[in-house]
């Protein structure tokens, strides 16, 4: 089992930067796929990033709206994951959720993570 605790979150101006970690407090990730979703205020929750588990040589994939601005990158030696989140706008204001799939892919289905974070709340004010 993994517990995942996300953190890096706050309040940015459009177009900053801000860097989320995702740490496994209990487990080991290295043969988990790790996923980044967000939910905004009355929306579904959304697929942003993931990357394979270690295994599948560390493929990433990411959503049409982010791809060029964010990067997922993993350390396992360090039990973590990262969502750097560069150009920030309005519109990326959101929960965001770090998820775990055992093997996994980089794949953006919800269904298919077993694991996920209590959320880290990214807000960017225009």
């Known amino acids: 089992q993994v517990q995942l605790v996300e953190s890096g979150g706050g309040l940015v101006q459009v177009g900053g930067s801000l860097r989320l970690s995702c740490a496994a407090a209990?487990?080991?990730?290295?043969?988990?796929?790790m996923g980044w979703f967000r939910q905004a205020p009355g929306k579904e929750r959304e697929f942003v990033a993931a990357?394979?588990?270690?295994?599948?040589?560390?493929?990433?994939a990411y959503a049409d709206s982010v791809k060029g601005r964010f990067i997922i990158s993993r350390d396992d030696t360090k039990n973590t994951v990262a969502l750097q989140m560069n150009s920030l706008k309005p519109e990326d204001t959101a929960v965001y959720y770090c998820?775990?799939?055992?093997?996994?892919?980089?794949?953006?289905?919800?269904?298919?993570?077993?694991?996920w974070g209590q959320g880290t709340q990214v807000t960017v004010s225009s």
């Open positions: 209990a487990g080991a990730i290295f043969s988990y796929g």
């Open positions: 998820a775990a799939a055992r093997y996994g892919h980089s794949q953006s289905g919800r269904d298919r993570y077993e694991y």
């Open positions: 990357i394979s588990w270690t295994g599948a040589s560390g493929s990433t």
